[in-house]
């Protein structure tokens, strides 16, 4: 390029058989140079536009479009993950917002929306980064734990419950949530875990509802 702007301003020279050859030899050159640049400019941006819009297919193949927060396949999946390499400490949360159908009949299915979005915003805004928070089905909600032993868990669930429940949320009033508590067994399958979970579960809605029962 630099011989070839030489000549451009330097006519006797480029007139010159020597500066013919120059331009003969070294500008099919610089023309293919220019044209790989903007080509590989273009794959570029093409190959950026492609990673961008897998980041965008993936993110919506994981999260819930309601609350933003993981959806049940990748809940599975994180489980099946740290199955593979679990530690004694870690404990699963299953928790159903309580009377919910009631939110939905008296209220109409957009407030409940509203009552979902903003439950999975206050838990989310109490739980680390390192946990997995997903929304389970319909109004239950999965919070997978890592590390904080049995009493810490409960604790947690109990932050949850009273996150829940403090403030009252605009156009339904007081909400409630019970809470199902399963600690990792060492013989657990992702099914076996879940179970103990939900059987807890259960067992707070029984016993009234808007409370923590552990397994």
């Not at 309580?98 to 903003?118: C, M, Q, S, W």
Request: aromatic share 8%.
């Amino acid at each position: 390029a630099p011989i070839l702007v030489y000549l451009a301003f330097h006519p006797a020279e480029l007139e010159s058989p020597r500066g013919l050859d120059l331009v003969i030899t070294l500008g099919p050159s610089m023309l293919i140079a220019i044209i790989f640049i903007r080509f590989h400019r273009g794959i570029e941006q093409w190959v950026a536009a492609l990673e961008a819009e897998g980041l965008r297919m993936q993110a919506l193949a994981e999260r819930d479009a309601l609350t933003g927060l993981y959806n049940r396949r990748a809940g599975e999946s994180f489980l099946l993950t740290l199955l593979a390499r679990p530690e004694a400490s870690d404990s699963l949360i299953l928790f159903d917002i309580d009377h919910f159908k009631n939110i939905n009949d008296t209220h109409g299915h957009p407030v409940g929306d509203a009552v979902l979005r903003e439950v999975a915003h206050r838990c989310g805004a109490l739980l680390r980064k390192d946990d997995v928070f997903a929304r389970w089905g319909g109004e239950e909600f999965l919070v997978l734990v890592r590390g904080p032993g049995e009493e810490g868990v409960v604790r947690v669930a109990e932050d949850l419950r009273t996150a829940i429940s403090a403030t009252p949320i605009e156009s339904v009033g007081t909400v409630t949530a019970s809470f199902g508590v399963a600690r990792f067994r060492s013989r657990d399958t992702m099914a076996s875990w879940l179970q103990r979970a939900d059987d807890a579960l259960y067992e707070a809605k029984r016993a009234g509802r808007d409370r923590v029962v552990g397994r």
